[in-house]
């Protein structure tokens, strides 16, 4: 574990973060379903999502953004999660949505939670990769980012990077770079698919499950009225420092070598590598 925790540190110094303002989840969270199930506490500095046999519960971001990174504390279900599924993703509306996914799938005590990851454009996915992670993830709270410029789209655990979507347009391959999304988030019952292919089942003696999250940030291009904020100055609900490092940012070499670490250690599922379920051939973003 002290070799894991110090390569792990080395890539600070290859990604830049940003302000570490914390967000005031009154200020900018809608609560959007569940009733009391999903909770602001703390002067807006804590929020919970719940989910018992009835119902789960979800939030979402006041903004919508065109670009932008987003970074959220989350801790995750403790205990026998099996069957839950907690949300973060930013997302646009419509059947040709472009979508960006954290899903974290539940287990039984003692296994690892499934980080499962996707990127939609114009409605259509397929694109999953899944990895464990180096700690358990309900015992503290780690940061989960999402950065996502012109360029490419970053999945980033505790600022280590371990997903890049690059802009293949120029191969015919979509990105999402025209619709503005919201930031959403939930915690729901899926217990037909989400722990070892649904044959788990949701232990309801154990809720209500409870998902915590803390210290939201979102530095990006505030999109209102069809106008973008990045055409002046950024200053979104969440951010004040304006800093837009984010806009080029990209793995340098410490970077690009605490991706591949990650890739090579805790991926357990990569669409790029599937070819039975490809057989007529890899998407053409797989192709180096």
Partial sequence: MKVVLIAVGLVVSSL????????????????TWGDQRAKISQGGQLLTLSL????????QSKNEYLFGRIDMQMKLVPGNSAGTVTTYYLSSQGPAHDEIDFEFLGNLSGNPYI????????????????????FDPT???????????PQRILFLVDNVPIREFVNKESMGVPFPNKQAMRIYSSLWNADDWATM??????DWTQAPFTASYRNFNANGCAWSAGKSSCASTITTSSTTSGDRTWQTQALDASGRQR??????????????TDLKRFPQGLPPECKN
């Fill in 52 to 59: 018992d046999k009835y119902s789960g519960s979800g939030f």
């Fill in 139 to 149: 015992k503290a709270f780690h940061t989960y980012s999402i950065l996502w410029n």
């Fill in 197 to 202: 292919g649904g044959r788990v089942k949701t």
């Fill in 16 to 31: 830049v973060m940003m302000g570490a303002q914390a967000g005031d989840f009154n200020r900018d969270i809608d609560l």
């Fill in 115 to 134: 980080v499962h990851t996707n990127v939609f454009t114009q409605g259509k996915g397929n694109r999953e990769q899944q990895f464990y992670l180096w």
């Fill in 259 to 272: 991706l591949e670490w990650v890739q090579k250690k805790f991926m357990i599922y990569n669409y790029c």
